[in-house]
Nanobody, 125 residues
Framework: QLQLVESGGGLVQPGGSLRLSCAAS????????VGWFRQAPGKEREGISC????????VYAGSVKGRFTISRDNAKNTVYLQMNGLKPEDTAIYYC??????????????????WGQGTQVTVSS
């Protein structure tokens, strides 16, 4: 079992930055890929980025590429999502999720087994 806790959300003005963290606990000795997802009111959940456990392979959705950066510190069992150039359309609840796989990752939510509770990000002036 793996438990995930997101933090770092909040209210930010357009053009601002936030860094989200996803801290894992429990069975962290296994290899997990981690993805970040978001869901805005009335919209479907969107996979925006992911990172593999080993080699740090990453994937970004077109909507965030060039603005968001995913990274991980395996020693701290934490994955980060640095969000720059935030736009009002980035407003959503952001979730991290994990799946037992080592060298690849996916932004398909159906492939993930463990989910955090989410953190709210609001971009508004």
């Amino acid at each position: 079992q793996l438990q995930l806790v997101e933090s770092g959300g909040g209210l930010v003005q357009p053009g601002g930055s936030l860094r989200l963290s996803c801290a894992a606990s429990g069975s962290t000795s296994y290899y997990y890929a981690v993805g970040w997802f978001r869901q805005a009111p009335g919209k479907e959940r969107e996979g925006i980025s992911c990172i593999s456990h080993s080699h740090g392979n990453t994937v970004y959705a077109g909507s965030v590429k060039g603005r968001f950066t995913i990274s991980r510190d395996n020693a701290k069992n934490t994955v980060y999502l640095q969000m720059n150039g935030l736009k009002p359309e980035d407003t959503a609840i952001y979730y991290c999720a994990a799946v037992l796989v080592r060298y690849t990752c996916s932004t398909n939510a159906r492939e993930y087994d463990y989910w955090g509770q989410g953190t709210q990000v609001t971009v508004s002036s």
